[in-house]
T-cell receptor
């Protein structure tokens, strides 16, 4: 089956850098996206990697290694408002844009 | 505001009942997706429609059904409800059908919180 594993919880201090990892086992993998969700609110899109390497979007960067079936989200200059759940999501090929979400990582930013 | 509208925001009902959740996608988006999120769980893909046709199916129970209408809004019907169906149900939309041009960006509504008592 399809699975994307993430650490359940990560804690960091304001101003620090944190990395949230995602390892996946999927068939028909096309790309990896990242979403942020605050307290049961609507998930919001952060970034996307179709190719290996690093994609940078402001304070957030995302990395993908297809050979290792691994990706990560890097958050820099952490702010309190970054406390949220972060999900990686694999885009799967073969009939429709199925976006399969990972288990999610709850990030707590402390003072 | 993502532009995706879901109603109702909250719904409380009893076991064995049937409910309908409604979703209006962003203007111009042809694809609609439904996801289920149980307490402290990830997002489980249920079903996708593109321009009125079913495009992909996930872990959707037989008691659940969905459709997309000509005006592109979608409804998710949940019947013979059980306690375990209590969850947040999200609708998302995109302008893409699927395939190599996808960027993985979906626009999510605020969700419908269903409580089954």
């Amino acid at each position: 089956g399809q699975s994307l594993e993430q650490p359940s919880e990560v804690t960091a201090v304001e101003g620090a850098i944190v990395q949230i990892n995602c390892t996946y086992q999927t068939s028909g993998f096309y790309g990896l996206s990242w979403y942020q969700q605050h307290d049961g609110g609507a998930p919001t899109f952060l970034s996307y990697n179709a190719l290996d390497g690093l994609e940078e979007t402001g304070r957030f960067s995302s990395f993908l290694s297809r050979s290792d079936s691994y990706g990560y989200l890097l958050l820099q200059e952490l702010q309190m408002k970054d406390s949220a759940s972060y999900f990686c999501a694999a885009i799967l090929t073969g009939g429709g844009n199925k976006l399969t979400f990972g288990t999610g990582t709850q990030l707590k930013v402390e003072l | 505001d993502s532009g995706v509208t879901q109603t109702p925001k909250h719904l409380i009902t009893a076991t064995g009942q049937r409910v309908t959740l409604r979703c209006s996608p962003r203007s111009g988006d042809l694809s609609v997706y439904w996801y289920q999120q149980s307490l402290d769980q990830g997002l489980q893909f249920l079903i996708q429609y593109y321009n009125g046709e079913e495009r992909a199916k996930g872990n959707i129970l037989e008691r659940f059904s969905a459709q997309q209408f000509p005006d592109l809004h979608s409804e998710l019907n949940l019947s013979s409800l059980e306690l375990g169906d209590s969850a947040l149900y999200f609708c998302a939309s995109s302008d893409q059908q699927g395939g190599s041009m996808d960027t993985g960006e979906l626009f999510f509504g605020e969700g419908s919180r269903l409580t089954v008592l």
